[in-house]
């Protein structure tokens, strides 16, 4: 019997794809702010290559980003030349050293900090650990300035779906988010892919919460008219 149900649209279909370069101080080289940006936070072997791979569906696209000297950057990849996706560098275990720590939180804090085209940040978790303290002071920060965030839980396809559902149900509680907001994740599976995709798209599509009232259009728009202007406008 053909099945009729309408088979899912891809959400996100990669049509191309463009390492643009590395950031690697705070000051340092960023794209210009023309396209928005996503950018994608998580402890170091948490699976944020393994699922950046599945996401533009290229086998070793987040390769680039785990090469000797590229570890400590923020690496940019251009997608479909609509969007950029920022990989920022992986924080470490518990023993990482103060030296490294005191590298990477200036550099992912100023660019989330300062990045006008920054449209959200997918933070990843692996599914199976509790959050890490640089997770949750990772996830403080982005409520902090207020990014919109989705929490991406890897690894599901190392437990059973029951043990999956009750982590997500445990790790909403814990850190006070809906269970919509997080997407269950395996890049062996594929599962959530296409959800993540979905979510991302949508993140692109919205404008930029620093929504900035006081722009200059809007001080032109407030500033006092000339006559000449009261009436060419009436
Ligand atoms: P990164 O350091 O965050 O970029 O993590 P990687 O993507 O390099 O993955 C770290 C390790 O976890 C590797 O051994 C991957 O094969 C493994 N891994 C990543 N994602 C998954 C997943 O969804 N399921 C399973 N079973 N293993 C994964």
Do not use: C
């Amino acid at each position: 019997m053909t099945d009729t149900r309408a088979v899912a649209k891809d959400p996100l279909v990669i049509k191309s794809l463009e390492f643009i370069g590395p950031m690697a101080t705070a000051e340092g080289w960023r794209p210009t702010n023309e396209l928005p940006e996503i950018a994608f936070a998580g402890r170091s072997n948490v699976g944020k290559s393994s699922l950046l791979n599945r996401l533009v569906r290229r086998k070793a696209f987040a390769r680039v980003s785990n090469t000797p000297g590229r570890t400590r950057e923020i690496n940019f990849f251009k997608v479909n030349g609509t969007f950029v996706l920022a990989d920022l560098p992986g924080y470490g275990y518990a023993q990482i050293s103060k030296t490294r720590k005191a590298e990477w939180l200036p550099l992912i804090e100023g660019y989330l900090r300062l990045s006008p085209a920054l449209r959200g940040v997918v933070q990843l978790l692996d599914v199976r650990h509790p959050p890490s303290k640089d997770d949750l002071q990772m996830l403080d920060f982005l409520a902090d300035i207020g990014a919109p965030t989705i929490v991406a839980l890897t690894k599901i396809d190392k437990l059973r779906p029951r043990e999956v559902a009750d982590r997500v149900h445990e790790i909403a509680v814990q850190l006070h988010l809906e269970e919509d907001q997080m997407i269950p994740f395996s890049a062996v599976t594929n599962a959530g892919r296409d959800e993540l995709a979905a979510a991302l798209v949508s993140l692109v599509d919205q404008p930029s919460w620093r929504a900035a009232p006081m722009d200059a259009s809007a001080d032109a728009f407030d500033a006092p008219q000339s006559p000449d202007d009261v009436e060419a406008s009436s």
